[in-house]
T-cell receptor
Framework: GQQLNQSPQSMFIQEGEDVSMNCTSS?????WLWYKQDPGEGPVLLIA?????ELTSNGRLTAQFGITRKDSFLNISASIPSDVGIYFC????????????FGKGTKLSVIP | EAGVVQSPRYKIIEKKQPVAFWCNPI?????LYWYLQNLGQGPELLIR????????DSQLPKDRFSAERLKGVDSTLKIQPAELGDSAVYLC?????????????FGPGTRLLVL
């Protein structure tokens, strides 16, 4: 089946720094989703991308749908302690958009 | 508006025992999903319901796992008997259903530890 590869696997950054993470696939996706999961909680949708080349922002978060439709990027500017968590990319893997495949996540730690 | 509710939040059982998880989706959401999340992994779909019908259960290990959504609202996922490898987080999610309404909202999950 389709697989999503996320990198880096984990990262430690200083508060105030910008963060970049990406997600790649061996096959084309028509939608890219970015979720954040806090410890002990379920994933929460941050940004949804529906068109190749699309650049979408949500506060300090910006995500891009890669031109090849096989990758996506998530950037966080001016990180703060509450950005700590695991960031997952996901995309529909079935005929319908309901069947999501998730990456393994990027674990972000922010040092105050 | 209340989010997806799951209970219990944590469960510790011995292997070979049965266990059940309960989920109440967001009000009005017709589609309900059960996911399995192993440590260090993303969620993996187990089963999807459209109202009371299980429309995708291809990933559900049917020898020991079962699920129901009898009235098309809340749902129960059961494991009988549980094995050590079943230790994981079981997530429930719901969406409105229908074209353009597929955004999935996740509950907090049930953390299962099988000893």
């Amino acid at each position: 089946g389709q697989q999503l590869n996320q990198s880096p696997q984990s990262m430690f950054i200083q508060e105030g720094e910008d963060v970049s993470m990406n997600c790649t696939s061996s096959s084309i996706f028509n939608t890219w989703l970015w979720y954040k999961q806090d410890p002990g909680e379920g994933p929460v949708l941050l940004i949804a991308l529906y068109k190749a080349g699309e650049l979408t922002s949500n506060g300090r978060l910006t995500a891009q749908f890669g031109i090849t439709r096989k990758d996506s990027f998530l950037n966080i500017s001016a990180s703060i302690p509450s950005d700590v968590g695991i960031y997952f990319c996901a995309g529909p893997s079935g005929a319908g958009s309901y069947q999501l495949t998730f990456g393994k996540g990027t674990k972000l730690s922010v040092i105050p | 508006e209340a989010g997806v509710v799951q209970s219990p939040r944590y469960k510790i059982i011995e292997k070979k025992q049965p266990v059940a998880f309960w989920c109440n989706p967001i009000s009005g959401h017709n589609t309900l999903y059960w996911y399995l999340q192993n440590l260090g992994q993303g969620p993996e779909l187990l089963i999807r319901y459209e109202n009371e019908e299980a429309v995708d259960d291809s990933q559900l290990p049917k020898d020991r796992f079962s699920a129901e959504r009898l009235k098309g609202v809340d749902s129960t996922l059961k494991i009988q008997p549980a094995e050590l490898g079943d230790s994981a987080v079981y997530l429930c999610a719901s969406s409105l259903g229908g074209a353009g309404q597929e955004t999935q909202y996740f509950g907090p999950g049930t953390r299962l530890l099988v000893l």
